[in-house]
């Protein structure tokens, strides 16, 4: 039965390079678009700040987080964390993260479903998703087709965790769009160009879930293969 290559290699090469590419994609745009400063002058951290006020979130705080686009919004300490050059930053790239992090506090303080949904998924995720390549590896090592089927199981998992994650990271761009719209923080020509920024970075999204449900089927297909030789 064929592990390590299997009719499904060559699409998951494929969504790989696109992973790849869509991760370049993110990278210059935020380089091209972090060097216009946006006409306004705010940093990020004051763009956070003005969008959670507007909306009543005043226990949300922001601060800084090391790294390059280690941006996040953390709804256990109720945060949004910016990363270097994103905190300090007027730049257009810095004020469209910074909107969408906060896209994310918003969603959280309206119990935004799918929201809500990932976020009760992390703790078991951070179990299962760490088991399920050893439970499939030794489905296969062993021929043992339960162990195999619990790992494609916990897979599954995962795969959901992505396409739960696809429209949270959308509807947190519409938000941060809007709001940065209806609130002045930007001019209505620099729009465009923060929804480049935004529209970059969920594509690299796109591009983790459709990677996880090919690697799903080809799981799929090995299990089934499997059964075909029993």
Request: proline share 6%; hydrophobic share 50%; glycine share 6%.
């Amino acid at each position: 039965m064929p592990f390590l290559y299997t009719p499904w290699t060559p699409v998951l090469l494929l969504a790989f390079l696109l992973s790849l590419g869509a991760q370049l994609l993110v990278q210059s745009r935020f380089a091209h678009y972090g060097q216009i400063p946006a006409s306004r002058g705010l940093t990020g951290r004051s763009v956070a700040e003005a969008i959670l006020r507007q909306n009543g979130l005043y226990d949300v705080a922001v601060e800084p987080v090391p790294g390059s686009l280690s941006d996040h919004y953390d709804p256990t300490e109720r945060t949004v964390r910016l990363s270097e050059g994103v905190y300090d930053s007027a730049s257009i790239a810095a004020v469209a993260v910074a909107a969408h992090e906060v896209g994310h506090a918003i969603q959280h303080g309206t119990n935004y479903p799918l929201l809500v949904l990932r976020h009760h998924l992390v703790p078991v995720l951070n179990i299962t998703s760490g088991l399920a390549p050893w439970l499939i590896l030794a489905g296969i090592l062993f021929k043992a087709s339960g162990l195999f089927l619990l790992g494609v199981l916990f897979f599954a998992g995962v795969v959901l965790f992505h396409f739960v994650t696809l429209p949270v990271e959308f509807d947190a761009s519409r938000r941060a769009l809007r709001e940065l719209e209806r609130l002045g923080l930007v001019s209505p020509a620099e729009i465009p160009a923060a929804r480049k920024v935004l529209t970059a970075a969920a594509l690299t999204y796109v591009a983790a879930a459709t990677i996880a449900a090919l690697q799903l089927l080809e799981y799929i297909w090995i299990f089934t293969q499997g059964r075909d030789e029993a």
